[in-house]
């Protein structure tokens, strides 16, 4: 009995131990927006209950002086993060697409609270590395719930530019004229004025019909020409779009608005692009920005040139594959189904750097639907309609009175504007137009994660297979070995081969004593044509393209064991040991 | 002998750290130390009027020095001088150093009126590259590159195999070889020309071994990216020396953030081996080339009810795409960029005058010093150049010095110089960068003049037993010495030139208010109308800063006690004022009590701020 007793505390003492060596339980949930501190704050709590698994650090800091914080989600157990290939997420270069941020949040929960319990998850944070920037413009993003404001406000860093070229910066921003911490819309009656009332909901504006009278004219956002220059909020705070100024064909700001002076201006763009390049082991982006419901992908300019044949296959199975995770997403191609963009990041990292990557635009406005499955419209042309696939603003009032009880959307309130007179002040919120109503948040975040964790799976993995060993002389033997890919990944794009853009990948073979005569790829194995390499043949430079292999022979002199290696900066290194 | 005097020869043209009878050298370029260490002094004996400010370190631990020269507390236009942004042109660096040394000392008048930022070593770790034997081409920074993408970085790096200090070349017999020797002049080696039934006998490599074993020879030498490529206008990306992209080189990065927080810069001087003064950068006659007008996208040209096939003058398609999209804020600006028009690639024909006027007052400064006579042209500016950056994106007037270019080898060579000429003719007429001669013709031409110049420059080729090729010669034409003149002829190309800085500081605009006019209208009511004018040559901004919206134009202010503006703002922008007099009215309709004082006020970042007392005088009822 006693013994028993004894038993059972040790069982219960290993029982704790080995649920603390596991984690602390981390409760974050996602019914709701993080703000500046509280993101700092998950990311801190996820990197104290998972010590092993996650590396939390500053990559430096922002114009404001905020930290950039990198959390990597990784187990170090297995080996340092840079030999296994990476998957680089990141949020909010735009500081008002605010839920970029709870996609990363999400995505590093999710991978840390299920490694215990989900062998798959467990697989890929033992032979992944996440690394996720949950917040790119932390300064912008962090004012977002903090400033008066509006769902468009926020976008850019907080470098003082001087937008009307008056020699004077950021000095006519909105002002949030009735204290309501809101940025909403100003209107005047005025008999020529383009919109009038919706004749079923006073709210909505609709386009006045020719020769008919006028009731609306519409000023802007809240604010008052705080220069007297005759314009209104013509400067306001910042003007340095990060997502324009990347390295790759930076244009200057009369050619991209809000470039910023020269590339990587800013400080989070700098950190970032020197950050990226100390891994080269990153194989896949995710950029997550809030409008559209679309996964984007380069080129977003003519400067950009064509992708590679073998590199659009590759985006055209993720892209598709993500449409299926994501319902109403669509895959699309920046240049040609949306406009032209010079030095964003997307570009600069498949371009620059060789790594695939999508731009993932979280929020697709007819999700704020108020109608019944038939009445579905279908897009009349297609996959070219991106934009006003939303709900109509009639029926969006419907879905903000019926779903949110009316929180998305402020009445129009008369005011008296010092310089307008009588003016009306009303229209969508902050939290509205570009972000989930909270209730859709959940679902949206898990998708879109499962499809980074999706990506993830996708990552180079190679195994190096036996073909054969042929005795051909005495001590001379033909090796043939494989290396398979089945994942969607390849070692290099296309882009990367093209431009040599990093180390090529090596297969290479070593032996005591092993001279190694002739080597080269196996263009065919049957008819046995090989392009053999003129020098150095124990050294073979070749990549393992996406769902696919690559066959490479020896002949060698020599006895014993041999070592066949395959070394890649993307995919783990392979060793195969053969007995000639 | 011959080993150590070609040494010196090339020594001589570079770091001239060496001097015998034959190259007896009056001059001697400084070393990064010795440059180092008088910077310093003059910081701490002139500290009334000299800072020295440390820009960044480079990736070889250096430091990248910027020397502030001018009057304490004064806001005076500056002018910003950049020497050898590209590391391999020591004489950009002393003309630089002297230009200091002037300003510290006899050229008090232009250290009073202006403020000079001079980096006398644009890319201090390719320059400290010349005073380290071997010598080699090779001027990058120190950052580590892995050029040929294999295991490695900088693994395969040339070799001195002769002993002579110098990497020169190796030609080796061989049935693959594209190179054959000059006809006339064995020592130079050109690419054969199947069309002219000439035949390739010799493979060219420099001189090395394969370090690696892949076949290749010094394809993976020490380091570097040339902070001098990688400045963002015309960046060009995929080569192994201009960095991964534009602005990454800390050399490059430092002087783009120190210029854009030094909006007072009027002008960039680079001293380097283009030179603007000698010839005027072209501009195509093209109207669509050259940016005045513009076709419009079918799509949008569908939309706006325009002909896509026809060019339009943008001011005509901003009257047409503000009347179709009701922006009536929308600019020329905002307009190129909704026409994806791209950035300028050709000055714009309107700062054309002013350049070409300056260099007509250039060429009469040099041939009255006695520097005249037909040289090579002078470089084109390269991708990703400081010059370019500096008038395309920084868009101030931008001028650039090389102090010396190869003269013209003698008559008989002169035919391959026509024809080279004939082809950049065509070039310019068309603007066609396909026509540019090609470099291997314009190689061939600067190796003829060199040659003529110095023909010790070259070694001859003497036969060596090389480890992997066997039997090859080593020669050809030595490194560096392309770069400069005869060592004796340094100090007065640079002492003879300088002065014309003076001139050029001269021609900065500077803003005046050239006349006020104060016309009573009825009670306490007047008409203030004031023309403000640009005093300097140059234009302000310059016509490519005013497209590129940097630098902020002028701005004139009207403020006074108690007072009514009835018609215009307090604060009027004027966008541009074209040089020598050149003004724009501003009018007021103010009203205020008769007799008191307004202060009108016309300010600029980098012309001058002018201010003006008037009294509201007049007026009776």
Known sequence: ?580 | MGMNFRLMVALSVFTQMCATAAFAAPFAFQTPAQIETRLSQIAKQKKAFAKLHRLANTPGERALHLMELGPPNKQVPAVMVVANMRGDNPRASEAALQLIEHLVGDWQKERQSYRWYVIPVGNPDGYARGFVLPLADNFGNARPVNDDHDDASDEDGPEDLNHDGLITFMRQLHPEGSWLPVADNPVLMKKAEAGKAEAGRYRLYSEGIDNDGDGKINEDGPGGCNPGKNFPHNFKHYTATDGQWAGREPESRAVMRFAFAHPDIAMVLVFGHSNTLRKTPQASADAVTNGKRHKVPARLAARLGLDASEAYPLPELLVMVRAATGFRFMNENMLRTFLGLGAANTPHLDDLPYWQEIGKRYEQFIAEAGLGGAGLDPEEFGNGSIAEWAYYQYGVPTFSLNFWTLPKAPAPLQKEEEDVKKAKAKHLSKADPKKKPQKKDLELQRDRALYAYRAESFLPWTAFDHPSLGKVEIGGRLPRVSLGPRPNEVADLISKQLPFLQNLAALLPLISIERVEIKPKGRQTFLVEAWIANEGFLPYPSYQGKRNGRPSPVYATLAGPSLLFLEGRPRSVIDLLPGSKGSQKVRWLVQGSAGSRLVLEARSQSAGTVTKTLVLKGGKL
């Not at chain 1, 697989?123 to 962090?142: A, G, K, M």
């Not at chain 1, 004025?193 to 504006?205: I, S, T």
């Not at chain 1, 020769?211 to 020409?225: R, V």
């Not at chain 1, 080269?280 to 080129?299: E, K, S």
């Open chain 1, 1 to 580: 009995m006693k013994r028993r007793y004894r038993m059972f505390w040790v069982v219960v003492f290993c029982a704790s131990q080995s649920f603390c060596l596991t984690a602390k339980e981390v409760r974050l949930t996602f019914d709701h927006y993080y703000d500046g501190p509280a993101v700092v704050q998950a990311l801190r709590d996820m990197h104290a209950a998972y010590p092993r698994l996650t590396r939390l650090e500053s990559l430096g800091q922002t114009e404001e002086g905020r930290d950039i914080w990198l959390l990597t989600v990784h187990n170090q157990k297995t080996g340092p993060d840079t030999e296994f290939p990476g998957v680089y997420v990141d949020g909010a270069i735009h500081g008002n697409e605010i839920q970029a941020t709870e996609v990363c949040l999400y995505l590093a929960w999710y991978l840390l609270s299920h490694y215990q319990q989900n062998e798959k998850i467990k697989q890929l944070v033992d032979e992944r590395s996440f690394y996720i920037v949950p917040v790119v413009n932390v300064d912008s993003r962090t004012r977002y719930f903090v400033d008066a404001g509006n769902p468009d406000i926020g976008r850019t860093a907080r470098v003082a530019h001087d937008d009307d070229r008056d020699g004077r910066k950021d000095e006519d921003g909105p002002d949030d004229l009735d204290g309501d911490g809101e940025i909403l819309q100003m209107r005047v009656r005025h008999p020529f004025g383009k919109w009038r009332n919706h004749p079923d909901d006073a709210r909505v504006m609709i386009p006045v019909e020719p020769g008919k009278p006028g009731q609306w004219k519409l000023l802007g956002a809240e604010g008052f020409d705080n220069d007297g220059d005759g314009r209104l909020n013509e400067d306001p705070p910042g003007y340095l779009d990060m997502n324009r100024n990347y390295g790759f064909h930076w244009q200057p700001p009369y050619v991209q608005a809000g470039a910023g002076d020269f590339p990587n201006s800013a400080r989070a763009t700098r950190a970032l692009s020197e950050f990226i390049v100390s891994k080269p082991n990153i194989c896949f982006n995710f950029a997550f920005h809030n409008y559209g419901g679309l996964f984007v992908r380069g080129p977003g300019s003519k400067l950009a040139g064509r992708y590679q044949p073998e590199d659009v296959k590759v985006y055209d199975y993720l892209g598709r594959e993500g449409e299926k995770i994501v319902p109403g997403y669509m895959y699309v191609i920046g240049m040609m189904d949306m406009y032209t963009t010079h030095g964003d990041f997307d570009q600069w990292m498949f371009s620059n750097l060789g790594i695939f990557g999508f731009v993932g635009e979280l929020f697709a406005p007819d999700q704020e639907s108020y109608r019944r499955p038939t009445d579905d419209p279908k897009p009349k042309d297609g996959r070219k309609r991106l934009y006003g696939r939303g709900p109509k603003d009639i029926e969006r009032q419907k879905f903000n009175d019926v779903l949110t009880q009316g929180e998305m959307f402020r009445g129009w309130k008369k005011f008296q504007h010092p310089d307008f007179g009588e003016i009306e002040i009303g229209g969508w919120k902050k939290f509205t137009t570009r972000t989930h109503q909270t209730f859709l948040l959940p679902e949206a975040l898990h998708r879109n994660a499962a499809l980074v964790i999706f990506t993830a799976g996708h990552a180079p993995e190679i195994s190096l297979e036996k073909i054969s060993v042929t005795k051909i002389k005495k001590d001379i033997t033909r090796i043939r070995i494989r290396a398979a890919n089945r994942h969607a990944l390849p070692t290099m794009s296309g882009m990367a081969q093209r431009h040599s853009l990093g180390r090529q990948d090596i297969f290479r073979i070593q032996g005591k004593g092993l001279t190694v005569l002739s080597g080269g790829i196996i263009d065919d194995l049957y008819l046995d044509r090989v392009a053999y390499v003129d020098h150095r043949p124990e050294m073979i430079f070749s990549t393992v393209p996406s769902f696919g292999y690559r066959e490479v022979q020896w002949i060698v002199k020599g006895r014993g064991r041999v070592t066949v290696t395959f070394d890649s900066q993307k995919a783990r290194n392979q060793k195969l040991t053969l007995k000639l």
